[in-house]
């Protein structure tokens, strides 16, 4: 009797560890997104796997109709997409695209894992479609990922409209939420450029007299 109490608990064991093994496989612990013009959000589990995957737009919609991102490593998710957003033109010849990489994550060392994948994809991606484009890193914590679903955008674009707002205060996440990253990095630019010289304005110009004798 006791050998059969002893059995049946080890497999109560076994399954509540199975259980948990299995939910921190297919529960996202961490996301990564991806905006230029369109915007993606990739769910992450432990393993470091897509298990999710959200779009804002149209734009990103029409970048993942007809490609297969779950169960992809980062690397491998985030260089399929940038290709897939090349073969759709949002990628542009000049080189001037901005493409916003922003990892969501509450760990630093996760963080600096998933942003080394996605570079590594996305320059993999780059050069196999022979293009060129800015990549923008960013880090935000899991909070802004709960934010970001109210707006119905990514945390990688709120970030940087946040960014924007402390600058401008007339900026509001509705007027923004639809811009591509290369607008809104334009936009802080200018922002940035032009607090730079209300400042040299402000800063008192040291001046040096000199007194001529005339005899």
Known sequence: MKKKIAAATC??????????????????????????KPSIELGLNASGKVIKVEVSNKEGKKVLSGVKITGLSVKNAVNTIVSSSVRNN????????????????????TADKIKCEANAGAAEALKKNKKKAVIQNESVSLSLHDEAKKYGITPGKLNLIKKLQALDSTATIQKYKDESV??????????????????????????????????
């Open 90 to 109: 949002y990628i542009t010849k000049d080189g001037s695209t901005v493409v916003a990489i922003t990892s969501e994550t509450n760990n630093k060392t």
């Open 182 to 215: 290369k607008n809104i990095m334009y936009a802080i630019k200018v922002k940035k450029a032009k607090g730079n010289v209300a400042n040299k304005a402000k800063t008192p110009v040291s001046s040096t007299t000199t007194t001529t004798t005339t005899k």
């Open 11 to 36: 497999m109560a064991v076994l399954c509540l560890g199975g259980s948990s093994a299995l939910a921190s496989i297919q529960k996202p612990v961490s996301y990564l997104s991806l905006d230029s």
